[in-house]
């Protein structure tokens, strides 16, 4: 399953981009926010994602304006590994190498057909499974475990 969320900032793109999940067959639920609000906080929606995102295992889309206080905030969440989507190479790498599960985009700064693409490459490009990449993500992991008894 597929969780998309964002702010005032990223509503419009938001909604763009759900119309092309629909095109692309793909199964998403909306978390909000539902209409657009110009006094949101984006903290909340990222909360509320996050945590679902944890326990369906499954993949989050995060926007607002810059994509930077979506991407801080849903990595505070033991298991979310978020990355911002500031290009077609980024989406593809951080899928690639750092098996991210939830993709970070800006809707002041991206134009809709660059952030569909984006979109499209972070969810058909499959974690690569290299050693490498395994052992950086097993020290997140433990990062995590220890930081979260602090």
Request: aromatic letters at 8%; charged letters at 30%.
């Amino acid at each position: 399953m597929i969780f998309i969320a964002s702010d005032h900032a990223g509503f419009a793109l938001k909604e763009e981009l759900k119309k092309y999940l629909d095109e692309l067959s793909e199964h998403y639920m909306d978390l909000g926010a539902k209409e657009l609000q110009a006094d949101d906080d984006y903290p909340d929606y990222v909360s509320v994602l996050a945590k679902k995102v944890v326990e369906d295992n499954g993949r989050g889309i995060l926007l607002c304006g810059s994509a930077v206080g979506v991407c801080i905030v849903a990595n505070k969440f033991r298991g979310i590994r978020a990355g911002i989507g500031y290009s077609i190479y980024a989406a593809k790498t951080q899928r690639e190498d750092d098996d991210t599960n939830v993709l970070c985009l800006p809707g002041r700064f991206l134009g809709t057909n660059d952030a569909k693409e984006m979109l499209r490459v972070w969810l058909t490009t499959p974690f690569s499974g290299g050693e490498r990449h395994k052992r950086r993500i097993a020290k997140i992991a433990a990062i995590e475990q220890v930081n979260m008894k602090q």
